[in-house]
């Protein structure tokens, strides 16, 4: 089964500075997703970024990026110039590309502060 | 506006109630699913459909039920409700084949 671990359960910014959120997972499997999802406070969950596993570029949606390592399953969200409209909960997420119906591994969530 | 709307946002009852969480979207997905968050915490899958009158239950075993009779609606309903239940419920959806998820604002759910 896949696991998705993210070890730092709460991180801290100064606006404007750039901050990177670690997350790591575990497969057998070549070919899959990866997502961050972002949980603001008391609002909807959206998501952020994804990545496919068969793309060797990191993916980019303007101030977020991933650091995509295959090798070492890893999986780093980093944004630039942080705002405070980014304090969230950030969750990991992993999906197969095995089966229409296969379902998303969720780690356990970095809570992400930004000082003004 | 194409959307998953959750109701109630916020609920408070006393044990033993009977309560029916509510999920619909008008994006015409397939899949549904209903996640359980604990605050601050990690989402365990409790239940999903992948289609009118489909249903399983997922990783983490739940005393709730759902059904699924139309594909805008997804319910999840509590017979009984008792204080281990106090949480919150997201509702989720996805369509067919799809990788991303679309999520509902959540019912936070208080149980005395």
């Known amino acids: 089964a896949q696991t998705v671990t993210q070890s730092q359960p709460e991180m801290s910014v100064q606006e404007a500075e750039t901050v990177t959120l670690s997350c790591t997972y575990d497969?057998?499997?070549?070919?899959?997703?990866l997502f961050w999802y972002k949980q603001p406070p008391s609002r909807q969950m959206i998501l952020v970024i994804r990545?496919?596993?068969?793309?060797?570029q990191n993916a980019t949606e303007n101030r977020f990026s991933v650091n995509f390592q295959k090798a070492a399953k890893s999986f780093s969200l980093k944004i630039s110039d942080s705002q405070l409209g980014d304090a969230a909960m950030y969750f990991c997420?992993?999906?197969?590309?095995?089966?229409?119906?296969?379902?998303?591994?969720f780690g356990k969530g970095i809570t992400l502060s930004v000082r003004p | 506006e194409a959307d998953i709307y959750q109701t109630p946002r916020y609920l408070v009852i006393g044990t033993g109630k009977k309560i029916t969480l509510e999920c619909s979207q008008t994006m015409g997905h397939d899949k549904m699913y209903w996640y359980q968050q604990d605050p601050g915490m990690e989402l365990h899958l409790i239940h999903y459909s992948y289609g009118v009158n489909s249903t399983e239950k997922g990783d983490l075993s739940s005393e709730s039920t759902v059904s699924r009779i139309r594909t805008e609606h997804f319910p999840l309903t509590l017979e009984s409700a008792r204080p281990s239940h106090t949480s919150q419920y997201l509702c989720?959806?996805?369509?067919?084949?799809?990788?991303?998820?679309?999520f509902g604002a959540g019912s936070r759910l208080t149980v005395l």
């Open positions: 989720a959806s996805s369509e067919y084949g799809a990788n991303v998820l679309t």
């Open positions: 997420a992993y999906r197969s590309a095995t089966g229409a119906n296969s379902k998303l591994t």
């Open positions: 990545q496919e596993a068969y793309k060797q």
């Open positions: 497969t057998s499997e070549s070919d899959y997703y």
